[in-house]
């Protein structure tokens, strides 16, 4: 896996096989002299590509909860934890 653009970068963190994509994003910051806010941003408003702090992976627009800050699988899971009560 060669990451030489954000394009690319954006593309392999929202592939579902890789596992480890929070390494692949703080690589990829590294190398490039970027902060992780600022990497986040890039990503988000160009690549629709949204990092979920809940389950550590990344989503597209659709899949990603801003009110919350996490994929609307997370939120959906807390849902239902919640009415179990």
Known sequence: MKIETL???A???K?????NVYKIFD???KKNNLSDE???QK??????????????????YDEYSFFDEEC????DSESDDEEEY
Do not use: G, T
């Open 7 to 9: 394009e690319d970068l």
């Open 11 to 13: 593309k392999e963190l």
């Open 15 to 19: 592939n579902d096989k890789n596992k």
């Open 27 to 29: 690589d990829y910051a």
């Open 38 to 40: 600022e990497l986040e």
């Open 43 to 60: 990503l988000s408003k160009e690549y629709d590509c949204f990092k979920c702090d809940s389950c550590e992976k990344f989503y597209c």
């Open 72 to 75: 609307i699988y997370c939120f």
